[in-house]
């Protein structure tokens, strides 16, 4: 059956000249549906952080980093490394980029200079970005990190996480810009940790209005599943992950809220067709064998050095003239090989889907994820650079 959010995919890239072997097709047109899907849906005075981390979840961040950056309701980005930011800014991203994670000494200078906002949570990084700031001549702005529930990075919401805001404050060469917290639970039907957690960031942030008389001119909480469950989390910020990418957080999540339709396909091409009779091993290991009279044997040149699991082998599939192919044996680093004897269309050049629609078939990350042993985030950030990304859509079409 075909999935509803692949309808409106109008895009293709299926005839670009050069990209044969393996590309992922990524649709700017459903990026700016999702945007907009998530802007309609939160208050209007919250502004947008594009989360582009890990190569924007493997879609390709700069590609969509030169997409967003007209959005006026796009306030920045965040990256997980000082390298992914700084590979943005030499890329034209002019908004603010907030690194998300801890981020070492040694970038602290160019961080200033390029404008990235790290998280601090740590003293000695208060008194680090200090002195860095001493030498670069120019002030380096801070969100502070609060873990009110996921025991990840962040100062505890208590009294010595209040010492903790107070010092930074009054750390020269250092602005606090903003304030957030992250969600462990806000995907899961239970609503309860998540008020909990807002409730804990509200009061601290009140805390500081009350004891320090300071207000954090930007404050931020949501994820993608705080964007589509939790609009009392709209403060001035949300920021956008997975369902930029037009991917749900889990499947506990509301899936019409906010409409999104997925931003990538991956495509390949039957390099080889063989007929075998019965008795033929395939692959590493000969897990398979033909049993059949006549077993029509394709060869997919894709394998785990892409980035496709190697735990598919045996039991995943691939889309070929709008039906499915199972893979036969084991999934190699660059080849694999499916069973194309029901599809008396398939040829030598016919497309092949790894993930995407065709026809009344379509394979979505998170069935490839569930079939592999993974999460769909993790299947996506594992599509590697091997994989080239095609741009179609957005204002390029
Ligand atoms: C990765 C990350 C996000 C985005 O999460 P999604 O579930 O993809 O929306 C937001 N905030 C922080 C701190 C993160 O680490």
């Known amino acids: 059956m075909a ?3 692949w309808e409106q995919t109008s895009c293709r890239t299926t005839d670009v000249e050069g990209v044969d072997r393996i590309w992922a097709q990524i649709d700017l047109d459903a990026l700016h549906f999702n945007m907009e899907s998530m802007h309609n849906s939160i208050d209007p005075n919250t502004q947008m952080v594009a989360v582009l981390k890990t190569n924007g979840y493997g879609h390709g961040a700069v590609l969509l980093m030169k997409e967003l950056e007209k959005l006026p309701y796009v306030w920045g980005y965040a990256a997980a490394t000082f390298e992914e930011a700084r590979e943005l800014r030499a890329h034209g ?4 980029i907030i690194l998300l994670g801890y981020v070492f000494p040694y970038c602290y200078e160019e961080l200033i200079k390029l404008e990235i906002r790290p998280a601090c949570f740590r003293e000695d990084m208060l008194a680090q970005l200090s002195e860095a700031a001493a030498r670069q001549g120019n002030p380096v702005r801070i969100h502070i990190a609060v873990d009110t529930g996921m025991g990840r990075i962040g100062i505890r919401p208590d009294d010595e996480g209040l010492q903790f805001v107070d010092k930074a404050i009054h750390t020269p060469g250092v602005i606090v810009e ?7 639970k806000a995907d899961e039907s239970d609503p309860a940790p998540t008020h909990a957690q807002i409730a804990l960031y509200q009061d601290f942030a009140d805390r500081i209005r009350k004891a320090l008389g300071y207000e954090i001119p930007i404050c931020h909480i949501s994820n993608s599943a705080g964007i589509i469950e939790f609009p009392q989390a709209n403060l001035n910020l949300v920021r956008a992950g997975i369902t930029l990418y037009g991917l749900w957080p889990s499947s506990e999540v509301s899936r019409v809220k906010v409409p999104l339709r997925p931003v990538m396909t991956l495509y390949s091409r039957i390099v080889y067709i063989k007929e075998c009779g019965p008795g033929v091993s395939v692959s590493y290991g000969g897990t398979y064998t033909t ?5 029509r044997i394709a060869t997919i040149p894709v394998g785990y050095g892409d980035g496709y699991p190697r735990s598919l082998s045996g039991k995943g599939y691939v889309l070929i003239c709008g039906k499915k192919a199972p893979i036969l044996g084991r999934v190699c680093m660059d080849q694999m090989m499916v069973d194309v004897t029901h599809i008396p269309g398939a040829a030598e050049g016919s497309l092949c889907t790894l993930i995407g629609q065709d026809g009344d078939e379509c394979i979505t990350m998170e069935e490839l994820g569930d079939l592999s042993g993974r999460f769909n985030y993790e299947l996506a950030c594992d599509i590697n650079a091997r994989v080239p990304r095609i741009p179609c859509g957005g204002s390029l079409g």
Request: charged share 30%; hydrophobic share 35%.
């Open 3 to 5: 999935d509803r959010i």
């Open 93 to 96: 991203a002019k908004k603010p």
């Open 178 to 184: 903003g304030m957030f917290t992250h969600f462990a």
């Open 291 to 295: 049993s059949a009279d006549r077993t």
